[in-house]
């Protein structure tokens, strides 16, 4: 396994209806909710560590922190990049950051930072993860 620091991924989605706080139940506005942006976060951290995981291993969430900057209507183009910063044993640190792309045919070609945060991963064995799950 060769996981070390700047390890990096992005995850890009076009923001639909099932994508907004309405949606979610976070809120009642038709905008990127909170949870969807976490939710692309998470996407983005597994991915820049998937291909440079042993075989029979995951990974699993164990603490997020997050800031939701600015809203995102629907059609809104949105990326985010997440970058391993650190590796403690079977812990990871990750910090995230999501911004918008600007509409089409805008004068203004500089994305927005709609959010950022960081997200901790731990490192399991995945069969052995799933078995303990079920007693649980």
Excluded: C, N, W, Y
């Amino acid at each position: 396994m060769a996981l070390a620091p700047g390890l990096l991924s992005f995850v890009q989605i076009v923001v639909t209806d099932t994508d907004t706080a309405m949606a979610l139940g976070s809120g009642d506005v038709p905008v990127l909710g909170t949870p969807r942006l976490l939710a692309l976060a998470e996407a983005a951290a597994v991915a820049a560590i998937g291909p440079s995981l042993d075989s029979g291993l995951t990974s699993v969430g164990t603490s997020a922190a997050l800031e939701h900057k600015r809203p995102s209507p629907v059609g809104a183009e949105i990326v985010v990049e997440a970058e391993l910063t650190e590796v403690d044993g079977q812990r990871l640190g990750f910090r995230f950051i999501a911004r918008q792309k600007p509409p089409a045919g805008s004068a203004d070609g500089e994305e927005t930072v709609i959010g950022a945060g960081t997200l901790e991963r731990v490192l399991v064995d995945r069969i052995q993860f799933i078995r303990r799950a079920r007693r649980e």
